[in-house]
């Protein structure tokens, strides 16, 4: 089955994109960590999707990526404020996150430490590292990428001829404005594909057996 993945990194608008392809009509899940939410989903953002994007393109063929960009300036302080919220539940050896949670940070942020939390160089290398070896990837498929600013005139329209879907909105709702994180949590929608299975996640995805 194909799929649609969002790949932008944290803090550059998956919440807000994925509201959008619930209202477009695709059942769409913010974060999946489970078969089931692969298997139930047609879009997928956030983590895994924004370290897997490699193996979830051999493993549904025909799918359609989203790259999601967002302005440098803006980015450092909200991903910063992420981090340090996060920097504890990542670190622990005795549990915090999940195995998935953990695996796809540490692959983006490498040598994650408050210290580097705090340096502009290092969470702005992070990024255009994971922006360029995106682009890299898709460099000859431009009909199966499209790479996107959801603050910029356009970007909703851009989203809809991509995926060749009409609409009469414009423009993204804006959320988790302010360093929130919790919109998606809030959003009661009948096409919301949840995580986990009731809190519990597999080890093992569809596309990751190899790991």
Same mark, same amino acid.
């Given at each position: 089955?194909?799929?649609?993945?969002?790949?932008?990194?944290?803090? &550059?608008?998956?919440?807000?994109?994925?509201?959008?392809?619930?209202?477009?009509?695709? $059942?769409?899940?913010? &974060?999946?960590?489970?078969?089931?939410?692969?298997? =139930?989903? @047609?879009?997928?953002? /956030?983590?895994?999707?924004?370290? !897997?994007? @490699?193996?979830?393109?051999?493993?549904?063929?025909?799918?359609?990526?989203?790259?999601?960009?967002?302005?440098? /300036?803006?980015?450092? $302080?909200?991903?910063?404020? *992420?981090? &340090?919220?996060?920097?504890?539940?990542?670190?622990? &050896?005795?549990?915090?996150?999940?195995?998935?949670?953990?695996?796809?940070?540490?692959?983006?942020?490498?040598?994650?430490?408050?210290?580097?939390?705090? !340096?502009?160089?290092?969470?702005? %290398?992070?990024? #255009? +590292?994971?922006?360029?070896?995106?682009?890299?990837?898709?460099? #000859? +498929?431009?009909?199966?990428?499209?790479?996107? %600013?959801?603050?910029?005139?356009?970007?909703?329209? @851009?989203?809809? !001829?991509? *995926? =060749?879907?009409?609409?009469?909105?414009?423009?993204? !709702?804006?959320? =988790?404005?302010?360093? #929130?994180?919790?919109?998606?949590? /809030?959003?009661?929608? $009948?096409?919301?594909?949840?995580?986990?299975?009731?809190?519990?996640? /597999? #080890?093992?995805?569809?596309?990751?057996?190899?790991?």
């Amino acid at each position: 089955m194909t799929k649609i993945f969002v790949i932008g990194l944290p803090r &550059t608008g998956t919440t807000s994109v994925c509201h959008a392809l619930l209202e477009l009509g695709l $059942p769409t899940a913010h &974060t999946a960590y489970t078969t089931a939410s692969f298997d =139930n989903a @047609k879009a997928i953002a /956030d983590t895994p999707i924004f370290t !897997d994007y @490699k193996m979830l393109d051999k493993h549904y063929p025909g799918s359609k990526f989203i790259y999601l960009e967002r302005e440098i /300036d803006v980015w450092l $302080p909200s991903i910063r404020q *992420l981090l &340090t919220r996060m920097h504890t539940n990542l670190t622990r &050896t005795d549990g915090g996150f999940n195995i998935h949670i953990k695996r796809c940070y540490f692959d983006v942020f490498s040598n994650l430490s408050l210290e580097n939390i705090s !340096d502009d160089s290092y969470l702005a %290398d992070c990024y #255009k +590292r994971h922006l360029n070896a995106a682009q890299y990837y898709f460099e #000859k +498929r431009q009909a199966d990428f499209l790479s996107i %600013d959801i603050a910029k005139a356009g970007s909703y329209q @851009k989203v809809c !001829d991509f *995926l =060749n879907i009409q609409s009469d909105k414009t423009d993204f !709702d804006k959320m =988790n404005m302010g360093g #929130k994180v919790t919109a998606w949590n /809030d959003i009661k929608h $009948p096409l919301k594909i949840e995580s986990t299975a009731k809190g519990r996640i /597999d #080890k093992h995805l569809p596309y990751t057996s190899q790991l």
